[in-house]
C-alpha cells in the first residue's frame, strides 16, 4: 500500500492570500500546502480522500488518469469542493462514461446532494459530474471493490467528521475529540495521519499537543500531522518540537505501508 498527501494544509491553503508572514513566503517547498487530500493505492486500486478546491491541480500534479474512489470526511468546503472536476474521469475514455463511487457518512452525503443537486437531478444538462453516491453506516465496515475500510466517527466542534482505516493505515482530519470506542478501532495501525492545525489550542481541530496525545494512544509505527495552518510556523523550525516518530506531512509526500 501506498499513501501520497495531494494536500497537507488547512481551509485556506498555505501561503494563505495576501499575507506576508514568514511561512507564507518561504521558499521551502514544505511550507507550500494545498487543501488536505490524501491518495492511497492498494490492491490496484486508487482511493482518494476528499476533493477539496485543489482537486484538478492535485490529480494533474500526480499525473492519475483514473480513480476507483473517494472518500468524504465532512461536507465543509475544503474537503468537498472539487467533487464538480470528477467529469474528467467520467470522460477520460469517451464515449465510454466511467461513473465515480463516492462514500460518505449520511450527514456528508446531505451536504454533496445539496451543493452539487445539479449532479443528481431528473433532467440533468450535458457534462455534470457522474457520480454514484453511497451512503456508509457509520458503526460498520464497507468495501470499496476488495478493500475493507473502517469508518472511526468524531468530532469537529459541532459538526460531524468521519476518519477512515484501511489495513494498517488510518487517517483522521478535521477532528477536535475521539471517543475511547473509536481509537480502539486504531489499534495495530501502523501508519496514522492526524490533523494538528498548529501549535496554540483551536476550537475545532486539534493541536499540535491534542495529536500527539492521539499518537501516543495508537502508538502507530510512523505517524505524519496534516492540515496545518501558517501558524504551524517554518517546517523545518516546527519540526525541531515532534517526538521521534512523529513528523509534519508535506505536499507530495509518499509513504509505504
Ligand atoms: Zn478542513
Ligand atoms: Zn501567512
Ligand atoms: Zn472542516
Not at 57 to 67: G, P, T, W, Y
Not at 157 to 167: H, L, M, P, W
Not at 201 to 214: G, K, M, R
Request: with cysteine.
Amino acid at each position: 500500500m501506498e499513501v501520497v498527501f495531494l494536500g497537507t494544509g488547512t481551509s485556506q491553503g498555505v501561503p494563505v492570500i495576501g499575507c506576508r508572514c514568514k511561512v507564507c513566503c518561504s521558499t521551502d517547498e514544505r511550507d507550500r500546502r494545498l487543501r488536505t487530500s490524501a491518495m492511497v493505492e492498494v490492491d490496484g486500486m486508487r482511493i482518494v480522500i476528499d476533493a477539496g478546491p485543489d482537486f484538478r491541480q492535485q490529480m494533474l500534479r500526480e499525473s492519475v488518469n483514473h480513480i476507483d474512489a473517494i472518500l468524504l470526511t465532512h461536507g465543509h468546503t475544503d474537503h468537498v469542493a472539487g467533487l464538480d472536476d470528477v467529469r474528467a474521469f467520467n470522460f477520460v475514455d469517451y464515449p465510454e462514461i466511467h461513473r465515480v463511487d463516492i462514500f460518505a457518512a449520511p450527514y456528508t452525503a446531505k451536504t454533496v446532494l445539496k451543493v452539487f443537486d445539479y449532479a443528481f437531478a431528473q433532467n440533468k444538462y450535458r457534462g455534470v459530474p457522474e457520480i454514484d453516491l453511497h451512503t456508509i453506516e457509520l458503526s460498520q465496515p464497507f468495501m470499496v471493490g476488495s478493500v475493507e475500510i473502517v469508518p472511526i466517527s468524531g468530532k469537529h466542534s459541532r459538526f460531524d467528521v468521519t476518519g477512515y482505516r484501511i489495513g494498517k493505515f488510518a487517517y483522521l482530519t478535521d477532528f477536535k475529540e475521539i471517543a475511547d470506542e473509536e481509537i480502539a478501532k486504531l489499534k495495530g495501525v501502523e501508519v496514522l495521519v492526524v490533523n494538528a492545525l498548529r501549535f496554540e489550542p483551536h476550537d475545532s481541530h486539534f493541536s499540535v499537543t491534542e495529536a500527539l496525545n492521539i499518537i501516543e494512544k495508537v502508538a502507530p509505527r510512523e505517524a505524519y500531522l496534516t492540515h496545518m495552518s501558517h501558524e504551524i510556523g517554518l517546517y523545518d523550525e516546527a519540526s525541531s518540537h515532534l517526538p521521534k516518530g512523529v513528523q509534519f506531512a508535506y505536499d507530495g509526500l509518499r509513504v509505504k505501508i
